[in-house]
């Protein structure tokens, strides 16, 4: 019984202090998890080709390095970006690792964002920065947390922007 009471004191603990922030939470893993699906125009194998050419080859400088899977139906890769915490020397800015995982099904196309990981000498996850309880919490993490938010939101509508198909112009032949 005291197990069970303990459990639950501590799940709305983390779920109080997990509430704070901005940033989408998946309910399985407890980790910042950018997710959409959207409706898409098109037979798979046109969307996925509108995705590799639109997206990959315009937001990210060599897509074949960063994709470990590639095979029709599914993209994974994993990336990273900088944050800014307000010094002029950018050496000291934070790297962040991700992965993004980029499904394709028939009418549709899931992306996910997640596993995001703070770049030092042993990579720290950045739900960290969501407890203002830890007895090392800065101030800077509400901005870094928040570059994160603007980092997902910005990645999802670029995608998305992606997925519109051309439209075709028919010449007219006289």
Not at 146 to 154: K, L, P, T
């Amino acid at each position: 019984m005291k197990k069970t009471v303990l459990f639950i004191i501590a799940a709305l603990f983390a779920t109080a202090v997990y509430a704070q922030s901005n940033l989408p939470i998946d309910a399985k893993t407890e980790k910042i998890c950018f997710r959409k699906v959207i409706p898409t125009e098109g037979t798979q194998d046109e969307v996925f080709n509108r995705i590799y050419s639109n997206f990959m080859n315009s937001y990210y400088k060599s897509p074949s390095t960063i994709l470990q899977q590639n095979d029709g139906r599914t993209m994974k890769g994993k990336h990273q970006f900088q944050l800014d915490n307000g010094d002029p020397v950018k050496s000291k800015w934070p790297w962040i690792t991700y992965y993004f995982t980029i499904e394709v099904r028939e009418g549709r196309v899931r992306y996910t964002l997640t596993d995001f990981m703070q770049k030092t000498q042993s990579n720290h996850p950045c739900e960290e920065w969501m407890n203002k309880e830890d007895p090392l919490y800065q101030p800077i993490w509400d901005s870094y947390l928040n570059q994160m938010a603007a980092f997902g939101e910005d990645w999802g509508q670029k995608f998305e922007e992606s997925l519109v198909p051309e439209k075709v112009i028919i010449e007219e032949d006289w």
